[in-house]
């Protein structure tokens, strides 16, 4: 069993829509929790980072850190197509190196 | 924001050729820097960890002789590929954290292709 797992995918989803992407995990020694987002033929762009469980918000994306359930979200509101992309979850302990999700990728139609 | 830039972008050589991969930490010191190799429409695997100053740790099967990596200084680890063949070909994306355990920041990628 795979330490980290992602929602596979693929989504799409009209211009506007909310969309959540998912991630479960078994290691409770994680405890930063990443959001990467990754454009074809390009490397992973970080885009959120959290340490504990709760809410964490910028602009039209939140992220979500549930450790009870050791489950993670990443919600973006008002979908836009420069929004089409592969999300990858990414999880690290205290010794820096880090778990990836296989990713999700996203199509949001105009 | 920290930024990791990563060349070339794009290399294509004959079979047999070593390739030189270059990732640089413009902005901050990087005492780790990992190397990933990612096939199409597939999550990164990690290769191997390079530590400034000492010998890279590798994943389990990966071979030691055929991807050399040497991290000099504080901001610059290099991957060669030795004598490549197609079944190396693939992207390879760097990444360093600022500092010990906080998230990763990649290169672009090195899209390799081995004629």
């Known amino acids: 069993q795979k330490e980290v797992e992602q929602d596979p995918g693929p989504l799409s989803v009209p211009e506007g829509a909310i969309v959540s992407l998912n991630c479960t995990y078994s290691?409770?020694?994680?405890?930063?929790f990443m959001w990467y987002r990754q454009y074809s033929r390009k490397g992973p762009e970080l885009l959120m980072y959290?340490?504990?469980?709760g809410n964490k918000e910028d602009g039209r994306f939140t992220a979500q850190v549930d450790k009870s359930s050791k489950y993670i979200s990443l919600f973006i509101r008002d979908s836009q197509p420069s929004d089409s992309a592969t999300y990858l979850c990414?999880?690290?302990?205290?010794?820096?190196?880090?778990?990836f999700g296989d990713g999700t990728t996203l199509t949001v139609k105009p | 924001g920290a930024v990791v830039s990563q060349h070339p972008s794009w290399v294509i050589c004959k079979s047999g050729t070593s390739v030189k991969i270059e990732c640089r930490s413009l902005d901050f010191q990087a005492t780790t820097m990992f190397w990933y190799r990612q096939f199409p429409k597939q999550s990164l695997m990690l290769m191997a960890t390079s530590n400034e100053g000492s010998k890279a740790t590798y994943e389990q099967g990966v071979e030691k002789d055929k991807f050399l990596i040497n991290h000099a200084s504080l901001t610059l680890s290099t991957l060669t590929v030795t004598s490549a063949h197609p079944e190396d070909s693939s992207f390879y994306i760097c990444?360093?954290?600022?500092?010990?355990?906080?998230?990763?920041?990649f290169g672009d990628g090195t899209r390799l292709s081995i004629l």
């Open positions: 990414a999880m690290n302990t205290n010794a820096g190196k880090s778990t």
């Open positions: 959290t340490y504990s469980s």
């Open positions: 990444s360093a954290p600022v500092a010990g355990n906080q998230p990763q920041h």
């Open positions: 290691n409770s020694a994680f405890q930063y």
